[in-house]
């Protein structure tokens, strides 16, 4: 991570100064996310403001920037453009939930340190799509979807299989 940002802090330190705070975070120092990537060449730009709220420190951070994904229709590469914002609230056990000021997701922190680029990469790992997909129209698929197998033979000639069956059923009741 480059820029105003420390590698390592104490998120209630950060929000007790009012922390402020921008970088960038290279795509390739993201261990967890790099097998998700299609490439993990680029940096996304991250931001982050820190602050007591309601008596508790809650991180506000942002991240700019485009990953390069693998459509799974057509293997090629795809590409995601992210602008998130969100907002942490630092919390000691998970009963603090409930006090968590509104549209803010929990972080669990007992007084350690925290290194801001997982943070960052978790915010990251959460937008992902569960499948990656071009928009429709734009894949460069093999095959259109849904277009099926191609097949040659006639479809009046085709073996039906439940039609032999049939023609048991009705046997068996004469």
Do not use: W
Request: glycine content about 8%; proline content about 7%; hydrophobic content about 45%.
């Amino acid at each position: 991570m480059s820029g105003r940002l420390p590698l390592f802090a104490d998120p209630v330190r950060l929000a007790s100064s009012r922390f402020r705070g921008s970088g960038t975070l290279a795509l390739a120092a993201m261990a967890r996310l790099a097998p998700s990537l299609y490439g993990d060449n680029g940096t996304v730009e991250v931001a982050l403001h820190a602050a007591m709220e309601q008596g508790r420190a809650v991180l506000h951070g942002h991240l700019k920037g485009r990953l390069s994904l693998q459509c799974q229709r057509c293997m090629e590469a795809v590409s995601l453009e992210v602008d998130h914002a969100f907002s942490l609230g630092v919390i000691a056990s998970e009963d603090e939930i409930p006090a968590l000021p509104p549209a803010c997701e929990p972080l669990l922190n007992r007084g350690e340190e925290i290194a801001l680029a997982d943070v960052f990469e978790d915010e990251l790992l959460l937008l992902l799509p569960i499948i990656p997909l071009h928009e429709p129209g734009a894949c460069q698929a093999a095959l259109p979807v849904g277009s099926g197998v191609e097949t040659t033979e006639d479809p009046e000639q085709r073996k039906k299989p439940f039609a032999d069956l049939k023609k048991l059923l009705s046997e068996g009741k004469s």
